[in-house]
């Protein structure tokens, strides 16, 4: 049976980006802070697996002619809720399904945070600087996106710049609003990370974000980035704030450490019980 209007109805009522697991054989579930609970009472065979994958598919611009591979991805958006992303892997023969939902509202800075002067602190050394990097690191690639797209909104509410996102699954959907804002997403728009960099680059961009990196990751452009004077925000889960800085930020970091009017700093997430983060911030904000 085709479960997929009962998972996006339930997806469009959660707060924030909220996503949906389907394994054969079992409830489907959503992931929390301790791990994963039940989203819907209702167990999936096979057969509802793959009806609810291809109903989601006939929504997205993938001609249903199309053979399904064994493994792959696409999006689809819903007016007023969000953009929808899907990503399905082979198991035994069956389909087991990854649903995402990237939504349209951008948290405030205010709203994330228990200490909003801190990150205002931090937000305004952006807003004032514009140069330099910030490494965001955590265990939660949620909340570092939610820390990210935090002060990319304040940016964007106050400075007439470019801004650019690369992600390998966009977490928000971020319009417009001073600033001028381009979305890419890996492995649909481009097929690896430096060559999205290197395209962004191609717009000349004030700001770049870069999320999720891994530490097979080889972007040689993002130090060439900081070089440059680009306000470059990086975000992992793999990699320590150390390790960022020292990856790719390269040698242009450390002469950015001796830039009196730039910004090195590592901001590590931790999430609150009830869902609010804690930053710790370390390195130099230019007073």
Known sequence: MNRSGDILNYLSKQQGPAEIIIAPNAPPVTRVL???ELALNVVLDSADAMDTLMALRARSAQPET???PQAGSFSFGVPDVGRFRVAYVTQRGSKAVRIVRVPFTVPDIDSISRDP?????????????????VAICGTSAIANSKLAYALLRCVNDKLRAVICVLERSLTYLMAHGNSIVVQTELGIEVPALDDGVRNAFLLEPDVIFVGDLWPADEVPSLARAIEGGTLTVLSSVALSGEELLRRFAGETGKESARDPNALRLIARVFTENDGMLRVELE????E
């Open 34 to 36: 301790a791990g994963v």
């Open 66 to 68: 199309a053979a399904l």
């Open 117 to 133: 002067r801190l990150l205002r602190r931090l937000s305004d050394a952006m807003l004032s600087r514009r140069r330099g990097v």
């Open 283 to 286: 390195g130099h904000i230019p």
